[in-house]
Structure formats: structure tokens, C-alpha cells
């Protein structure tokens, strides 16, 4: 049984808009406490409580149809995508739990699979995956909700981005595009598998080499692609972010096959939710690169340009990489050229 065929659409790409995300908690009265410091006014990737001077948890849930077929990669890519959130907010994973629906034809092997290669990736963080809930549904879904910590002024909210910053992106876009292709039988060689190793690839390494440099914002790219993540950064800190197409790092293919037409669901409400925020020079194939719904995508982090170096040789000290992206500036919009 191949878990794909069992689900509308997979990953990040399943998520409802933003633009009626935004649209349906306009009238939603949040919860006021000073302790509260990161809830829905404004939202960020996790919430954040603070316990006292020196500790506050971050909480956040996040799951989804697969996108493999893979059992164990499925599990672990929703793991990963999960336990992302706590490090784009500065924090450390304590605790998991699951969050499960699940047909009950699916063979035990299988679901044992996908718990599997969640609770992998849970240990692999630093946390436990300590239990869960799992109900009966027709379409697979997966995810965890995971509780962290972080020192209160150690937080990285979406909402810092100073002009003068310099934008960092810790992996290569294209997870939507690649995965697009898969489905329909038009993939390159290899495509697939070093979207999955992206996948896969936990922020927790990137996040351990940021903590020192003092980043000012920092999100991950996920369902709402990089112009949407973008357009949060710079509208939550009045200012206005510019990118640079032709830094954008891809996955190997995702540039050939944005060029080809190759587009998901979620690049059409991506453009209905940063589209009227962005001005865009770029070609075709690197717009909707930009556009294109990620899942467990990496790091945007804007950091003040004394300190972009530094942070770029420690990411790459750390197994990773992290190219200059793009600036911000006075203003607001995101612009893309």
C-alpha cells in the first residue's frame, strides 16, 4: 500500500492558507500574560511561556499527510518538521508526543515503521517521544507536538529583523517542486533522495552554531514557502526584506523542474497570501522556487552584517551551509530580483 496514494496532498503543501489563516483569527481575542511570550498576537513558529527568570517552555504541534511512501521517512520527516519549530524559536526539544491519524487497514508493520523513524529523530534532538494519541482515519497523518526550553532572552521571534541585516538560509529549497515531480512520474535521478536527506536534516546542529552570534530574527521556511515566511519576517518588524534570486539555493532538479511548469497546490495560495507584499524581478523557475511550500525546510535568520561571516563559517563548521540570501532595509514588501 503506498502511503501517497492514500492522502489529497502531503507535507507542509497540506496546510490551510495563510491568507485564511489570517482571515479566521482576526476576530480571535488572545490570551493576555505576561509570562505569555510568544501566542497569536503574533503568531510565531511555537509558542513560548515564560517559568521564571531563567527558563521558559516553547510549545508547538505540527503534522500532516505523507509525502513518501517511505514509512520510516515519512515518520521521521514529520518528526523533523515538528522539532524544527522549537529550534527556529532558540529552544531545546525536552518532550514528544504523537499525534496520529491513521487508516486502520494500514499494516502494523507499517504504522510501527513511521513511529520508528519519528522517535529516531526525537532521540536524535536531544528529547523523548513519550507517548501520544492515535485515532482511525481514511488519510494518513502524522506529526508530533513537542515542548522545549529556552532562556527568556535567548528567544528568537520572527518579529527582530533590524535594517542593516544580512539574510542567511540554512538549506536548499525545492521540497514541493521535487515531490510535484515524483507524484507525476517526472523526477530526475536522485531527486527524490536528497529532497528526503533535506527532509530529514534536523535545524538542531544550524541552531547550536546560531546561539552564540546573537541572531536578531529567525524563522523556518516551511508551507508557506520563502516569499511567505519573508513577508512575516519583515511585516512583524517593520521592515522591508530584499532577496536575491540568484543566491537561492535548490535541490538538485528543483530549478529544471520549476522551469518546466512543475508547481504544487500550495504555490498557488502562497501567491495569494505574499503575492500582493511582493515585487518580483526574477525569472519563472526562481519565483516559483521562491513560492514553492517546503517541509522541514531550513532556517531564515537575519543577523547583523558584522556578525553574517562569522555565522556563516560556524554553519558550515557545524555540517552545514548557509548562503547570503538577501538584505534587509528600510520600508516594507519584500522584493525579489
Not at 2 to 17: D, F, H, I, P, V
Not at 54 to 64: C, G, S, Y
Not at 201 to 216: I, K
Request: hydrophobic share 50%.
Amino acid at each position: 500500500m503506498r502511503l501517497t496514494e492514500l492522502a489529497q496532498s502531503g507535507g507542509c503543501a497540506a496546510k490551510y492558507s495563510a491568507a485564511r489563516l489570517e482571515t479566521l483569527l482576526r476576530g480571535f481575542v488572545p490570551a493576555e500574560s505576561e509570562d505569555l511570550l510568544v501566542g497569536l498576537d503574533p503568531a510565531d513558529d511555537a509558542a513560548v511561556y515564560r517559568l521564571d527568570a531563567e527558563r521558559a517552555l516553547v510549545f508547538t504541534v505540527d503534522f500532516f499527510p505523507p509525502l513518501v511512501d517511505d514509512p520510516y521517512d515519512f515518520g521521521a520527516i514529520a518528526a523533523t518538521n515538528a522539532l524544527n519549530d522549537v529550534f527556529a524559536m532558540g529552544g531545546s526539544p525536552l518532550l514528544a508526543l504523537s499525534v496520529a491519524a491513521l487508516p486502520q487497514e494500514l499494516p502494523t508493520e507499517t504504522v510501527a515503521a513511521v513511529f520508528a523513524g519519528a522517535d529516531d529523530q526525537v532521540r536524535a534532538a536531544g528529547a523523548f517521544l513519550a507517548g501520544g494519541h492515535t485515532i482511525r482515519d481514511a488519510e494518513p497523518k502524522y506529526g508530533l507536538a513537542v515542548v522545549g526550553t529556552v532562556h527568556p532572552d535567548g528567544l528568537w521571534p520572527k518579529a527582530g529583523a533590524q535594517v542593516g541585516d544580512v539574510l542567511l538560509l540554512t538549506k536548499p529549497l525545492g521540497t514541493g517542486i521535487v515531490l510535484q515531480a515524483v507524484r507525476d512520474g517526472g523526477a530526475p535521478e536522485g531527486a527524490l533522495e536528497a529532497a528526503v536527506a533535506a527532509m530529514r536534516t534536523l535545524n538542531a546542529a544550524a541552531a547550536e552554531a546560531l546561539r552564540p552570534l546573537r541572531p536578531n530574527a529567525v524563522t523556518d521556511v516551511t508551507g508557506f514557502g520563502l516569499l511567505g515566511h519573508a513577508h512575516e519576517l519583515g511585516s512583524r518588524s517593520g521592515v522591508r526584506v530584499e532577496l536575491d534570486a540568484a543566491a537561492l539555493p535548490a535541490l538538485p532538479g528543483a530549478l529544471e523542474l520549476a522551469a518546466d511548469g512543475v508547481r504544487t497546490g500550495g504555490d498557488r495560495r502562497n501567491r495569494e497570501f505574499a503575492g500582493p507584499h511582493v515585487e518580483s524581478e526574477a525569472d519563472e523557475a526562481a519565483e516559483a522556487l521562491a513560492y514553492d511550500p517546503q517541509t522541514a525546510g531550513g532556517l531564515l535568520v537575519s543577523i547583523p552584517a558584522d556578525r553574517a561571516a562569522v555565522a556563516q563559517a560556524a554553519l558550515e563548521a557545524a555540517g552545514g551551509s548557509a548562503p547570503r540570501i538577501g538584505r534587509v532595509v528600510a520600508g516594507d514588501g519584500v522584493r525579489l530580483a
